[in-house]
């Protein structure tokens, strides 16, 4: 969350990198010093110190993996390899206060041995855009386990849990196929379904639901229950392995229930670590802590509004930190998802015919890191990118930018760019792009250097009110061709 690599985080505390690898792999036991220092400089609130406490009180020689239980405990506290999903249900309930998750999963044995245990992870981040402030919500008001009321079942039985992970905003647990009254081990080749639900209030819940696929899985399915006249607006993005984000592929479904409006998507055989996230604002809800308090009027308030940092920040002149991939591609993963939300909601409020683009600092991000959508709908996911060679050839356009979208400017770009960038697994790619794209690609990787398209203006022209410009809803011109490549 802090968007520190290893190395950085191994500078800050005064140990080596390697060393940090090696505590993080669980190769190495972390000393009591090291605890008590990376978890000042990662702001952790505590959550480090206790985690060393937990380890230190099972009193273990000599180098061990971090977080395991007991003796008896330590084959089983991994998820069978063998476990397949038949079908992931997952709902989420909102009465106008508190958020009710209820997860059925229909789980199948495809190894030789019993399945006593499943593992599950309950996790909150009420401001992803800013960790900061979540971290900082969280140590003063943690996550309890009286508020989450968690309840699980296997089949028909009621069943308990043992925790595995016991933190501020993250709880994971292994729910045991056991009661008072049995054992209901699944045994080699029969399926079962298991449920569990719980509940959060909407001050520690962001406007957000996630589904992970960590386990073989044929259907996922998902459904978002609000009431109706909170007017909700509900849309999706997939992130996979290779960090790309997308749109759903199919559309979520939408129907009406009395006084609910009912939100539903489904797909089959997701690749196996996909994210699927669903968001939603509610636009009858003007009070709502993600709605702006008063109804934007100007096009920069709109931006605003959703999210996106305006000119006059710092970060918005500064360089862009790139990422040390592939030891960071979770982080990535985590900015290119941020990156696709904003986009999803910069669409809900603005037409962009020409293609739109979205870099890391202007959602407060201080990450290289830039996704662009062409008129044609593909999305390009840029990962610490820079041009390395333009084309003789230039031509003067019209040019938009969210962090002061009230003006439009007359900017000269090169017709083709050639640009390097890294895949998620530090792959080094060299791709080349030509009109539109090219201008919509440089001026992403414009934001990753600090620079915005008005250093770029020719001495003595400025940019001209939104009110004055002619060219919205039309695609950027160019000779023998009137839409982008």
């Known amino acids: 969350m802090r968007g520190l690599s290893q190395s950085a985080l191994a500078k800050a505390v005064g140990y080596t990198p390697s060393y940090v690898s090696k505590v993080e792999g669980g190769q190495q036991r972390p000393s009591q010093e090291f605890a008590e220092q990376a978890d000042r400089v990662l702001s952790a609130g505590g959550a480090l110190r206790r985690t060393f406490a937990e380890?230190?009180?099972?009193?273990?020689?000599?180098?061990?993996?971090?977080?395991?239980?007991?003796?008896?405990?330590?084959?089983?506290?991994?998820?069978?390899?063998?476990?397949?999903?038949?079908?992931?249900?997952?709902?989420?309930?909102?009465?106008?206060?508190?958020?009710?998750?209820?997860?059925?999963?229909?789980?199948?044995?495809?190894?030789?041995?019993?399945?006593?245990?499943?593992?599950?992870?309950i996790s909150v981040d009420r401001y992803p855009g800013s960790p900061e402030r979540s971290n900082k919500l969280y140590r003063e008001n943690p996550l309890t386990w009286e508020e989450i009321s968690l309840s699980a079942k296997v089949g028909s039985e009621p069943i308990g849990w043992r925790v595995q992970h016991d933190r501020d905003a993250f709880k994971e647990l292994w729910l045991l196929f056991e009661n008072e009254y049995g054992r209901y081990p699944l045994y080699p080749g029969e399926a079962a379904w298991i449920e569990y639900s719980y509940t959060v209030s909407d001050d520690k819940w962001g406007t957000w639901f996630q589904r992970a696929v960590r386990l073989p899985t044929e259907r996922l399915s998902v459904r978002l229950n609000f009431p109706a006249d909170l007017d909700p607006a509900v849309w999706g993005t997939e992130t996979t392995m290779t960090a790309a984000a997308f749109p759903f592929r199919t559309a979520i479904q939408q129907a009406a229930e009395a006084d609910r409006r009912i939100f539903s998507w489904t797909t089959d055989d997701p690749p196996l670590h996909a994210r699927y996230r669903l968001e939603w604002k509610f636009r009858a809800c003007p009070n709502h802590e993600e709605a702006s308090p008063a109804m934007p009027t100007s096009a920069s308030e709109k931006m605003r509004s959703i999210g996106i940092v305006q000119a006059g920040d710092p970060i918005l002149t500064g360089q862009a930190r790139p990422f040390d991939l592939p030891a960071e591609a979770e982080d990535a993963r985590r900015v290119v998802a941020?990156?696709?939300?904003?986009?999803?909601?910069?669409?809900?409020?603005?037409?962009?015919?020409?293609?739109?683009?979205?870099?890391?600092?202007?959602?407060?991000?201080?990450?290289?890191?830039?996704?662009?959508?062409?008129?044609?709908?593909?999305?390009?996911?840029?990962?610490?990118?820079?041009?390395?060679?333009?084309?003789?050839?230039?031509?003067?356009?019209?040019?938009?930018?969210?962090?002061?979208?009230?003006?439009?400017?007359?900017?000269?770009?090169?017709?083709?760019?050639?640009?390097?960038?890294?895949?998620?697994?530090?792959?080094?790619?060299?791709?080349?792009?030509?009109?539109?794209?090219?201008?919509?690609?440089?001026?992403?990787?414009?934001?990753?250097?600090?620079?915005?398209?008005?250093?770029?203006?020719?001495?003595?022209?400025?940019?001209?009110?939104?009110?004055?410009?002619?060219?919205?809803?039309r695609t950027w011109s160019y000779e023998g061709s009137t839409t982008q490549p």
Request: net charge negative; with cysteine.
């Open 55 to 121: 380890l230190e009180s099972h009193g273990r020689p000599g180098a061990t993996v971090p977080h395991q239980h007991s003796a008896e405990h330590q084959a089983a506290d991994a998820q069978p390899a063998s476990l397949i999903v038949k079908h992931d249900d997952a709902e989420l309930f909102y009465d106008g206060s508190t958020y009710r998750a209820t997860q059925r999963r229909q789980i199948y044995n495809a190894s030789p041995d019993p399945i006593t245990q499943y593992l599950i992870r």
């Open 338 to 473: 941020e990156l696709n939300s904003a986009a999803e909601r910069a669409a809900g409020i603005h037409t962009f015919s020409k293609g739109m683009g979205c870099a890391a600092p202007q959602i407060g991000i201080d990450r290289a890191a830039a996704i662009v959508r062409t008129p044609d709908g593909e999305t390009l996911t840029l990962l610490n990118p820079r041009v390395i060679e333009e084309s003789a050839e230039t031509d003067e356009q019209y040019e938009g930018c969210w962090s002061f979208f009230d003006v439009r400017g007359m900017v000269p770009r090169p017709l083709g760019i050639t640009v390097e960038h890294q895949d998620i697994d530090g792959q080094r790619r060299i791709t080349m792009f030509e009109h539109g794209v090219a201008r919509l690609v440089a001026h992403e990787i414009d934001h990753l250097e600090g620079t915005l398209y008005t250093a770029h203006m020719r001495p003595g022209v400025d940019p001209i009110p939104v009110s004055q410009y002619r060219g919205t809803g």
